[in-house]
């Protein structure tokens, strides 16, 4: 399935009630049984979404949606795995995917397969995918094998660990990066003070979460913050021109994937706290 989500103004957003808000940004199931669930964003045309094997094998097929021959002939993706131990095929060569492990998928991948080793405990692969000019090398990236970035600390409540996956550390791409933050416990904020980049967007998946958990995604002009409630396993579409930060009732787990103009991590216009409304 593929859910497409138009680009919106930002004077536009300042209307819209609670209902609609959660329309335009929030995707609410992404990870099912047997079910591949995508969503095409207009912003920077990203497409992002959860692939969920269970006894059978998965693929991607989106070639009259995307007038190619197939998903990946003019796209680059990532993919990130949630759940179970799973295996993704790219083009008959098989790679094993543990939990939290990544995986960068090059421009002219024609063969796409997903599959769970054990249907009982299916793994849950979140991908993103964004237009492509270059093929660079597909790159296998072990959790195990990153070593992360540490900021905050447990007196801002912001302690967490950063895992850069798809990023010029890693791996060359064309325009997508791609990591993984998780929270310490007793630390519940994410990027806090914020920040917008108007060079590129974002989308945000927040994971490891309990079932009574929820996370309050921040977005919006600094001027004009809106906010979306959110279960375990939900994404939230952040345009370049929105500033995306969130807490949460507990610790928890988020991926983030970014696309547009550059891939320089720290390419950010950060907002003093006093601009915040």
């Known amino acids: 399935m593929l859910e497409t989500r138009y680009a919106t103004h930002p004077e536009d957003v300042k209307k819209y009630t609670t ?13 099912e049984s047997g079910q591949v669930n995508l969503t095409y964003t207009h912003n920077d045309r990203m497409i992002f979404g959860g ?5 059978e094998e998965l693929t991607i097929k989106l070639d009259k949606e995307l007038g190619v021959e197939y998903f990946l002939e ?42 769970s080793k054990d249907a009982s405990a299916p793994a849950k ?12 090398p597909t790159v296998k990236i072990d959790i195990n094998k990153i070593v992360p970035l540490e900021a905050g600390s447990s007196e801002t409540l912001n302690d967490r660990k ?6 010029p550390n890693v791996c060359e791409s064309c325009q997508l990066q791609m990591g993984l933050t998780m929270l310490s416990p007793g630390s519940v904020w994410n990027t806090m ?11 945000y998946l927040y994971f490891n979460m309990e079932p009574d958990t929820r996370a309050f995604h921040f977005m919006g002009k600094p ?14 579409i952040s345009p370049s021109w929105s500033i995306h930060t969130g807490t949460a009732t507990s610790n928890y787990t988020f991926i983030w994937g970014m696309c547009g103009e550059n891939i320089t991590y720290t390419d950010m216009d950060m907002i003093k706290m006093e601009e915040l409304r």
Do not use: W
């Open 223 to 236: 001027d004009e913050t809106r906010h979306l409630v959110m279960k375990n396993e939900q994404a939230a």
């Open 162 to 167: 950063i895992y850069q996956y798809i990023h």
């Open 193 to 203: 003070p914020c920040h917008t980049h108007e060079r590129r967007m974002e989308v």
């Open 51 to 55: 692939v969920t094997p269970a006894e």
């Open 125 to 136: 692969f979140y991908i993103n995918s964004t237009p492509a000019h270059h093929t660079y």
């Open 19 to 31: 209902d609609e808000l959660r329309e335009h940004f929030l995707v609410e199931k992404l990870f």
């Open 74 to 115: 003019r796209r680059e993706m990532g993919i990130i795995n949630i759940g179970g131990d799973g295996v993704v095929v790219l083009d008959g060569v098989e790679y094993s995917m543990q939990l939290r492990d990544g995986l960068y998928v090059s421009r002219g991948t024609k063969e796409v397969l997903f599959r």
